[in-house]
Antibody
Framework: QVQLQESGPGLVKPSETLSLTCAVS?????????WGWIRQPPGKGLEWIGS???????YYNPSLKSRVTISVDTSKNQFSLKLSSVTAADTAVYYC??????????????WGQGTLVTVSS | SYELTQPPSVSVSPGQTARITCSGD??????AYWYQQKPGQAPVLVIY???ERPSGIPERFSGSSSGTTVTLTISGVQAEDEADYYC?????????????FGGGTKLTVL
């Protein structure tokens, strides 16, 4: 059973960099699949942030691309998110998830429980 | 930017059929997916590739596609089906790994 667990600071100051890690268990990242980050501001909908392959190939949401870096550490079986120059608008629950590629399209079949990150001074 | 449009809310009585729509110009060329999200929980995939149901998802959940609109149908709605539902597809760039979500629909079971 694939399990994902997000970790990182729950409070980040404006203009600083948000950093989160997703630890994967029950599956080796090196074996394949893309892995992604999704966020959800309080009371609002889901927003895809970006996805990464075990080789390091990445795809980002164009609206966030200038501030986002997603990386992978196969030795620790985890992947990470960095979002720079954060503002209050980046306050959200951040989810990591496994990307399932099916017939030329993708979805998210396994999700972490999510972690709330608040941007405030 | 590409958008998927859902109604903000749908209400049905227990035992009735709920239909939640999702519209997008690229949907004739891209598969759609549906997620159920209950308060305080992560989303759960309930329909993939327009109409396929993952293992463990009740048969009352079904999906269909027609032109630029996809529909999630819940037959014989139960109280436990009250949740937010999100559609998801690829954006219109042709890069299937770039994902877009609909705004979500709150299903209320009266």
């Amino acid at each position: 059973q694939v399990q994902l667990q997000e970790s990182g600071p729950g409070l980040v100051k404006p203009s600083e960099t948000l950093s989160l890690t997703c630890a994967v268990s029950g599956y080796s990242i090196s074996s394949g699949y893309y892995w992604g980050w999704i966020r959800q501001p309080p009371g609002k909908g889901l927003e895809w942030i970006g996805s990464i392959y075990h080789s390091g190939s990445t795809y980002y949401n164009p609206s966030l691309k200038s501030r986002v870096t997603i990386s992978v550490d196969t030795s620790k079986n985890q992947f990470s998110l960095k979002l720079s120059s954060v503002t209050a608008a980046d306050t959200a629950v951040y989810y990591c998830a496994r990307v399932l590629a099916v017939a030329g399209s993708t979805c998210f079949d396994y999700w972490g429980q999510g972690t709330l990150v608040t941007v405030s001074s | 930017s590409y958008e998927l449009t859902q109604p903000p809310s749908v209400s049905v009585s227990p035992g009735q059929t709920a239909r939640i729509t999702c519209s997008g110009d690229a949907l004739p060329k891209q598969y759609a997916y549906w997620y159920q999200q209950k308060p305080g929980q992560a989303p759960v995939l309930v329909i993939y590739k327009d109409s396929e149901r993952p293992s463990g998802i009740p048969e009352r959940f079904s999906g269909s596609s027609s032109g630029t609109t996809v529909t999630l149908t819940i037959s014989g709605v139960q109280a436990e089906d009250e949740a937010d539902y999100y559609c998801q597809s690829a954006d219109s760039s042709g890069t299937y790994l770039r994902v877009v979500f609909g705004g979500g629909t709150k299903l209320t079971v009266l």
